[in-house]
């Protein structure tokens, strides 16, 4: 299954996806010394090398240092797929190089979460069963 | 920086410019930016490192870049509960900074720094400079966040979007008073209120007839509570909004959640040269009272010229305390033992409460200089 979305950040990645069917604020959602999740219902799990998956971004707009700190640290996700970016997560993936893909609908979520590996390039999401 | 980093600094406007391909949009040159990366107590660890980084690995800026205030003043250890190991993590920001060629200027009033000039297009991000610049500077700048206005600090230019363009500068709402206010507290719930009707641009008729520091406290408000960027007295925009005195005493009221406060925090945005001239006269023959503090804030070079005419020398004889390059909005006052601090400045009364943990009263500098002083 391909899924068209709108690329924010260039750039092709493969992996286990992790999907929160929240927003996230990478200032204190996301523990930057470990890249572990520390809020809501995955809290625990660990965002780094996963495909990490969310409606909108919140917060600070210091999470995008902390996306480049955990990139530094080899601890961030390989690629963000989001409902609706913004800004924070934009600026903090370009300075990381991380693939981002935004306007990918909230029903497709499930269907992601269901994959054994998910693909990113460019602006299109590939499902792997 | 180490080796493998993709630093893509255009890359950091897609999604403002809706498009991946940045290299082929439009690009302003610009004349100035300022840096809003510059408080630890806000960009913490992450973006500390992010800016050695840069500095170590020898990125310069190329335009004159100035920088906002730091969270504390550091000839003054301590008083704005700063610990030994933040004022080294301050101390290492604001070297990187320096080293990437940023001037140390410490203000978020940089339009006092020489760096205004008419028709000019800039990246600054402190978003009441913006407002201020936008509206009584005739320059054009976007509201930068830390990293675009470093970035367009860095590159030398800003993508050619929002208010770098004509089009995007004429007001969505009339402001229409239906009552003057009275003081500068109500000029700043003034502004507040036209930052919370979520537009870009407002009229206000004949605003650049009122004084810089009124200006300075309604542009810092109207930024704070919304995305406001410009206000101006021309164009005919489509809406209106009636204000009434009530309005502004409900804003007041609305900011306020303290009735007594121990510390009294003027400054912000920073006070100019003549504020604290004026301030000095309003102190005359007067003390800061027992139990009471007064805490005054302004830019290392209104600091510097308030020392060399004496005022600066004027100020502490009364009692007052006058901290240079610091911010009162993201010091770490959360360490001091005080429970709330009186303000005039609504962006101040806006903000303190969620980033540390004050009440605020919201009152106008005369009541403050009344009730603090005798």
Known sequence: ?129 | MHESTPLCWRGIWRLPLNSHRVCSCKWKRLHNSVGATVSYKNIGDAGRELLKDLAESGVRVKVPTTVNPAAIDLRKPGSLGDSPSFREAQTEVLKSLQKMGASLTLTCTPYTISLTRPGAHVAWGESSAVCFANSFLEMYTNRESGITSIAAAIIGKTPEYGMHLDENRKPEIEVELRYKPQSDVEYAALGYLIGSQDVQVAKLQAIEALPWSTLKLIASAAAASGRVSMLTSRGAPPHSLSVTKQALIEVIEALSSASEAEVAAIGCPHLTLPELKQLACMLRGRNVARGRRIWAFTSPKAFAYSRELGILQLLERAGVEVFSGACPVVAPIENLPFSSIATNSAKAAHYIPSLSGKSVMLVSLKEIVQEFTS
């Open chain 1, 1 to 129: 299954m391909t899924i068209h979305g709108r690329c924010i950040v260039p750039g092709k990645a493969k992996g286990i996806p992790l999907v929160l069917y929240t927003s996230i604020s990478f200032l204190g959602d996301v523990d930057p010394e470990t890249g572990a999740l520390l809020k809501g219902s995955k809290a625990g799990e660990r965002v780094s090398n996963r495909i990490l998956v969310f409606t909108t971004e919140a917060g600070s707009t210091v999470g995008a240092y902390i996306i480049y700190r955990l990139y530094k640290r080899g601890l961030a996700p390989r690629a963000m797929i989001a409902h609706q970016a913004g800004s924070i997560v934009a600026a903090g993936c370009a300075l990381a190089g991380i693939p981002l893909v935004d306007k990918i609908p909230l029903s497709l979520f499930r269907d992601i979460e269901e994959s054994k590996l998910v693909e990113v390039d460019s602006g299109q999401v590939t499902l792997f069963k």
